[in-house]
């Protein structure tokens, strides 16, 4: 199956600054990727459906102006977590479908808010 | 999208099939059945999906009602790696392409 990959795969930072993960097709372009929350014992909330070339679209209760996305070209897309606290601390996993619009996953990436 | 129903836990002898059933009876005319695999601390891991007619593939068979009101997703010689949490969702094609997951069923694989 197709590839997606997450950078980084964990980050710890401090409350109060911004963070950025980066999510890559690595073998298919996709024109719109996708992010997911998940916190401990929980299931995947869909964030938002990053869209390259236009704005993302949020879900609702989604802070756009916290969780800021860039779909800069069509094999990637930034998710930047803005003035991080505590409560954003969570497992981040982006998505992409490929040309037979099945979804891929990636990795996955562990943020920790100190 | 329509909604699905799965049992929250299941355990499977190693070795043995693991079905794994899932719900979905106010599925569209449009919509696939799909199922992902997220094993602990991982991404969630395509496995397979389908419209009306039974599909197979390297990991798992998919088996669904005439009524396509309910499916069953077999994996035939369960291992220990096959320990997951396995989600059923439906969703059609092309039309904003999200999932949505839902609690999903927890298969533990027992030696």
């Known amino acids: 199956g197709a590839v997606v990959s997450q950078h980084p795969s964990w980050v710890i930072c401090k409350s109060g600054t911004s963070v950025k993960i980066e999510c890559r097709s690595l073998?298919?372009?996709?024109?719109?990727m996708f992010w997911y929350r998940q916190f401990p014992k929980q299931s995947l909330m869909l964030m938002a459906t990053?869209?390259?070339?236009?704005?993302?679209?949020?879900e609702q209760g989604v802070e756009k102006d916290k969780f800021l996305i860039n779909h800069a070209s069509l094999t990637l897309s930034t998710l930047t977590v803005t003035s991080a606290h505590p409560e954003d601390s969570s497992f981040y996993i982006c998505?992409?479908?490929?040309?037979?619009?099945?979804?891929?996953f990636g990795p996955g990436t562990r943020l920790t808010v100190l | 999208d329509a909604k699905t129903t799965q049992p929250p836990s299941m355990d499977c002898a190693e070795g043995r099939a693991a079905n794994l059933p899932c719900n979905h009876s106010?599925?569209?005319?449009?919509?696939?059945v799909y199922w992902y695999r997220q094993i602990h601390s991982q991404g969630p891991q395509y496995i397979i999906h389908?419209?009306?007619n039974n599909e197979t593939n390297e990991m798992a068979s998919l088996i669904i009602t005439e009524d396509r009101k309910s499916s069953t997703l077999i994996l035939p010689h369960a291992t220990l790696r096959d320990t997951a949490v396995y989600y059923c969702?439906?969703?059609?094609?092309?039309?904003?392409?999200?999932?949505?997951f839902g609690q999903g069923t927890e298969l533990s694989v027992k030696p």
């Open positions: 073998d298919f372009q996709a024109t719109t």
């Open positions: 969702i439906v969703r059609a094609l092309n039309q904003g392409g999200k999932l949505i």
């Open positions: 389908g419209l009306k």
């Open positions: 990053s869209n390259e070339g236009s704005k993302a679209t949020y």
């Open positions: 998505s992409a479908p490929d040309h037979t619009d099945t979804q891929y």
């Open positions: 106010t599925i569209s005319g449009n919509e696939y």
